[in-house]
Antibody, heavy 119, light 110 residues
């Protein structure tokens, strides 16, 4: 059974850097074809894809956010880490990680973690 | 990359069928058969319903079906049930290894 779970701070201040961790089980990110994405959802709004990391350490980012995002993996710990710099109140959202299948769909998703940006 | 366009809300009576549209461009929905659909109940994480336009994962009811024509993909829910009341999102691969989601549709069961 594949599961993912996000963790990180619930509150960050404007201009700070956010670091989120996705801890997963049921698959290995060192296995060929495995991929994990980060996706966020502001309260009451739509989903937005942020970044993806692949088994071969290829990394891909949202065009509009790429200057602020870094994705990395710790294969031995079954974790994927996302950092987002220069946080702003508009970045307040629930952040999800999800396994990405064949470069085409997201399943399953973690439960999400709500991050509020406020001074 | 602009979000795919979905109707803000769709409603139907128990047992009826409804269809949710998802309109993109020739750079995403129109160019790839990589459209997926997700169901999100209030306060919950999204759940995959359909992948690659019309394929259902194991465990998803066959009341859910997907299709695509040109730049528009569609999700049909037949035999509407109370538990189908949720938000629904489409997603498409856009090339350049990025993805775009739809604006979301709230389904109300009357």
């Amino acid at each position: 059974q594949v599961t993912l779970k996000e963790s990180g701070p619930a509150l960050v201040k404007p201009t700070q850097t956010l670091t989120l961790t996705c801890t997963f089980s049921g698959f290995s990110l060192s296995s060929s074809g495995m991929r994990v994405s980060w996706i966020r959802q502001p309260p009451g709004k739509a989903l937005e894809w942020l970044a993806r990391i692949d088994w071969d350490d290829d990394k891909f980012y949202s065009t509009s956010l790429k200057t602020r995002l870094t994705i990395s993996k710790d294969t031995s710990e079954n974790q994927v880490v996302l950092t987002m710099t220069n946080m702003d109140p508009v970045d307040t959202a629930t952040y999800y990680c999800a396994r990405t299948h064949l470069n085409r769909w997201f399943d399953p998703w973690g439960q999400g973690t709500l991050v509020t940006v406020s001074s | 990359q602009s979000a795919l366009t979905q109707p803000a809300s769709v409603s139907g009576s128990l047992g009826q069928s409804i269809t949710i549209s998802c309109t993109g461009t020739s750079s995403d929905v129109g160019d790839y058969s990589y459209v997926s659909w997700y169901q999100q109940h209030a306060g919950k994480a999204p759940k995959l319903l359909i992948y690659d336009v019309s394929n259902r994962p194991s465990g998803v009811s066959d009341r859910f079906s997907g299709s695509k024509s040109g730049n528009t993909a569609s999700l049909t829910i037949s035999g509407l049930q109370a538990e189908d009341e949720a938000d629904y999102y489409c997603s498409s691969y856009t090339g350049s290894t990025t993805y775009v989601f739809g604006t979301g549709t709230k389904v109300t069961v009357l």
